[in-house]
C-alpha cells in the first residue's frame, strides 16, 4: 500500500508568483485535505476535496484553490503569493468525510519560501 | 467553531517514567480527537483517535488517550516513556456532526523531551 505523496519537497518562489503543489492520495482514498503550517505552529485547514470537489474550506483567501482527479490525486494552487505563505504545506487523505472514515493520513509536507 | 488547547509547550519526562501530555477541546457537535506525532521536516504521523465507543483508546507505539467528556479534555499517555517517544504531538479535533465539510483543528502542539 503506498502512503500520501507530496512534490516538490522544497521550493523558492517570489512574491507575486504563482505556485502548485501535488499530492497524490493513499490508495483506496477518495478525500483529500490540505493545511498549512507555519513555523511553530500547528497546521492550519485550508481546504478538502471529496470525490473531486470542494466540499469544506478553512480561513483562507480564494488565491487559494484546488483540483482533484478522477484517480483522487490532488493540487494546490496558490496565487499572488505573499512572504506570510511561506510554510509548510501538508496533505492528508482519508477514505472518505464521516465516521471512522476520516482518519486522516498526511504526506511527507511541501517547504514553500516566498521571498 | 471549534478548538484545540495544548497548555504545554513542552514536556520533560525521564526515560521509563510515565507521560502524559494535556489536550483540551472546544466543539459544539459531537467530538472527533486525534492525535498526531510530527518529527523534524516531516509530516505528521497518526497515532490514535477517539470516534465513538470505550473513552479509553489505544493506538500506536504503546500510546494511549482518554475522552473525559465532562473535562472536555482527551489527554495522550504512555506508561513508560522511550528516548525514541522524543517529537513534536499534535493534538486535533473535529465536529463529527459537520456533516463532513469540517478539516481538523490542531492544537499548537507540544513538545516531548524525553531524557535518558
Known amino acids: 500500500e503506498t502512503g500520501v505523496t507530496q512534490s516538490p519537497t522544497h521550493l523558492i518562489k517570489t512574491r507575486g508568483q504563482q505556485v502548485t503543489l501535488r499530492c497524490s492520495s493513499q490508495?483506496?482514498?477518495?478525500?483529500v485535505s490540505w493545511y498549512q503550517q507555519a513555523l511553530g505552529q500547528g497546521p492550519q485547514f485550508i481546504f478538502q476535496?471529496?470525490?473531486?470537489?470542494?466540499?469544506g474550506r478553512g480561513n483562507f483567501p480564494p488565491r487559494f484553490s484546488g483540483l482533484q482527479f478522477p484517480n483522487y490525486s490532488s493540487e494546490l494552487n496558490v496565487n499572488a503569493l505573499e512572504l506570510d505563505d511561506s510554510a509548510l504545506y501538508l496533505c492528508a487523505s482519508s477514505l472518505g468525510i464521516t465516521g471512522s472514515n476520516y482518519e486522516q493520513y498526511f504526506g511527507p509536507g511541501t517547504r514553500l519560501t516566498v521571498t | 467553531a471549534q478548538s484545540v488547547a495544548q497548555p504545554e509547550d513542552q514536556v520533560n519526562v525521564a526515560e521509563g517514567n510515565p507521560l502524559t501530555v494535556k489536550c483540551t477541546y472546544s466543539?459544539?457537535?459531537?467530538?472527533?480527537l486525534f492525535w498526531y506525532v510530527q518529527y523534524p521536516n516531516r509530516g505528521l504521523q497518526f497515532l490514535l483517535k477517539?470516534?465513538?465507543?470505550?473513552?479509553l483508546v489505544k493506538g500506536s507505539y504503546g500510546f494511549e488517550a482518554e475522552f473525559n467528556k465532562s473535562q472536555t479534555s482527551f489527554h495522550l499517555k504512555k506508561p513508560s516513556a522511550l528516548v525514541s517517544d522524543s517529537a513534536l504531538y499534535f493534538c486535533a479535533v473535529r465536529d463529527g456532526s459537520g456533516g463532513g465539510a469540517d478539516g481538523l483543528t490542531f492544537g499548537k502542539g507540544t513538545h516531548l523531551i524525553i531524557q535518558p
Open positions: 476535496y471529496y470525490r473531486e470537489e470542494e466540499n
Open positions: 466543539v459544539s457537535g459531537n467530538p472527533y
Open positions: 490508495s483506496g482514498h477518495n478525500t
Open positions: 477517539y470516534i465513538t465507543g470505550d473513552n
